[in-house]
């Protein structure tokens, strides 16, 4: 699975995590290591969305993100409304078209971590 955040002139770096995520694991591999620290960094950026998958909804992730003053409001439930949704979309869309053509998942992650 691929993990990142935009904003309106800004992005974290792309988050490449194995297997199936679970709260505790997106709260290790990108809330604790790249969440927090990017909006440190960026004190100007005080609001990241969300989609509404179940490790972003957990009460463990949301109880980390209010004890770290992060404010991640839920989308509707229209992915349309989502700009990351659309950075996915332009990043799968540029990868289908990789001359030459992904042969395996070690391609597909060193290309996507370029594109990013």
């Given at each position: ?11 974290t ?17 990108a ?10 960094d ?75």
């Amino acid at each position: 699975m691929a993990w990142a955040e935009i904003s309106a002139d800004n992005k974290t770096s792309l988050v490449i995590i194995e297997g199936i995520l679970t709260a505790q694991g997106h709260i290790d591999n990108a809330v604790r290591f790249h969440v927090i620290p990017f909006l440190s960094d960026h004190p100007g950026i005080t609001t990241l969305q969300k989609d509404n998958a179940c490790p972003h909804a957990a009460g463990v992730t949301t109880e980390l993100l209010q004890a770290e003053n992060v404010d991640m409001p839920w989308p509707t439930f229209s992915p349309d409304s989502n700009p990351t949704e659309h950075a996915w979309v332009y990043l799968t869309r540029y990868l289908s078209l990789h001359d030459p053509k992904l042969q395996n998942k070690r391609q597909l992650i060193q290309a996507t971590k370029e594109e990013w």
